[in-house]
């Protein structure tokens, strides 16, 4: 069970880290709109698909697991700063909030389950 929990907890972010990667490296729009609106257009989304691309691999490989949790906390913790400074909680953005709250929460779940 404890196997099956921390391959779970490996997964879930790693497969939202993953999917995401197409919006931002593919320049859609909605993207392309939330990184001007950090002021961060295109070399934040770029640089934070590339990390977001290391956390994602890390994660779904044992023996580096712990540091893409650790990065993928870091990412997430640096995106919800975003919503609740400059971005908010509506509409697609709340959709991004909560992705990025389950990516920290499940690499939290990792970083605790490997120190066990």
Request: avoid cysteine; hydrophobic fraction near 55%.
């Given at each position: 069970?404890?196997?099956?929990?921390?391959?779970?907890?490996?997964?879930?972010?790693?497969?939202?880290?993953?999917?995401?990667?197409?919006?931002?490296?593919?320049?859609?729009?909605?993207?392309?709109?939330?990184?001007?609106?950090?002021?961060?257009?295109?070399?934040?989304?770029?640089?934070?698909?590339?990390?977001?691309?290391?956390?994602?691999?890390?994660?779904?490989?044992?023996?580096?697991?712990i540091k893409g949790a650790y990065l993928a906390v870091v990412l997430m913790i640096g995106?919800?700063?975003?919503?609740?400074?400059?971005?908010?909680?509506?509409?697609?953005?709340?959709?991004?909030?909560?992705?990025?709250?389950?990516?920290?929460?499940?690499?939290?779940?990792?970083?605790?389950?490997?120190?066990?």
């Open positions: 069970m404890k196997k099956f929990l921390f391959v779970a907890l490996r997964v879930v972010p790693a497969i939202i880290l993953l999917q995401t990667l197409l919006f931002k490296f593919t320049g859609a729009e909605q993207s392309v709109e939330l990184f001007r609106q950090l002021g961060a257009e295109p070399a934040g989304r770029y640089i934070s698909g590339v990390l977001e691309l290391i956390a994602g691999i890390f994660l779904l490989m044992p023996t580096k697991a995106a919800l700063g975003a919503h609740v400074m400059t971005l908010g909680f509506e509409g697609m953005n709340g959709q991004l909030a909560v992705m990025a709250t389950i990516v920290l929460l499940t690499s939290v779940g990792v970083i605790y389950t490997h120190k066990k």
